[in-house]
T-cell receptor, first 112, second 109 residues
Framework: NAGVTQTPKFQVLKTGQSMTLQCAQD?????MSWYRQDPGMGLRLIHY???????DQGEVPNGYNVSRSTTEDFPLRLLSAAPSQTSVYFC???????????FGDGTRLSIL | RKEVEQDPGPFNVPEGATVAFNCTYS??????FFWYRQDCRKEPKLLMS???SGNEDGRFTAQLNRASQYISLLIRDSKLSDSATYLC??????????FGSGTKLNVKP
């Protein structure tokens, strides 16, 4: 049982490039979410999904898109990378809304 | 005002000590509460949920005070392996989770 799998683990981008961070879970969880973690600020919610075909914005959605075409996958797209998006990104899932979440091991993203 | 506030620490304690962390939350409509543990450069991992009546899991005790809007975590008989950052998490509207920035604990021999 792999849990929540994130790829890649590390990535360096140039300003203006786009990329997709992948997240997959094999626990049949309905709720999935993306966070970014910056020093001194804790984790902040970017986008979340309560089921396939349903997504919504969190606290810091600007510059990011998501989609949820299947229960298992919840990719996060950076449309035009900016240095302010340098961060550690975590994907998480839970069986249903309000339940404790399981986290992937993160993607460390640097934008030059 | 932040949704969730924690003392960043660090709390430096000897092995065997008892240590307590508090966390305050700003929105009285918050519905569920959790403590997570995060080791350096690792993902957060659920330590325990926090229930209104208080709950215990081995050496760890969590309390919730809705009137004062704070959550506490007590660790008894601290171990070296308890050294980590402890994150307070609050859930509101079921869909959104708000994380504190964490309290760092160092347990020393």
């Amino acid at each position: 049982n792999a849990g929540v799998t994130q790829t890649p683990k590390f990535q360096v981008l140039k300003t203006g490039q786009s990329m997709t961070l992948q997240c997959a879970q094999d626990m049949n969880h309905e709720y999935m979410s993306w966070y970014r973690q910056d020093p001194g600020m804790g984790l902040r919610l970017i986008h979340y999904s309560v089921g396939a075909g349903i997504t919504d914005q969190g606290e810091v959605p600007n510059g990011y898109n998501v989609s949820r075409s299947t229960t298992e996958d919840f990719p996060l797209r950076l449309l035009s990378a900016a240095p302010s998006q340098t961060s550690v990104y975590f994907c998480a899932s839970s069986y249903s809304v309000g339940q404790p979440q399981h986290f992937g091991d993160g993607t460390r993203l640097s934008i030059l | 005002r932040k949704e969730v506030e924690q003392d960043p620490g660090p709390f430096n304690v000897p092995e065997g000590a008892t240590v307590a962390f508090n966390c305050t939350y700003s929105n009285s409509a918050s519905q569920s509460f959790f403590w997570y543990r995060q080791d350096c450069r690792k993902e957060p991992k659920l330590l325990m949920s926090v229930y209104s009546s208080g709950n215990e899991d081995g050496r760890f005790t969590a309390q919730l005070n809705r009137a004062s809007q704070y959550i506490s975590l007590l660790i008894r008989d601290s171990k070296l392996s308890d050294s980590a950052t402890y994150l307070c998490v609050v859930n509101r509207n079921f869909n959104k989770f708000y994380f504190g920035s964490g309290t760092k604990l160092n347990v020393k021999p």
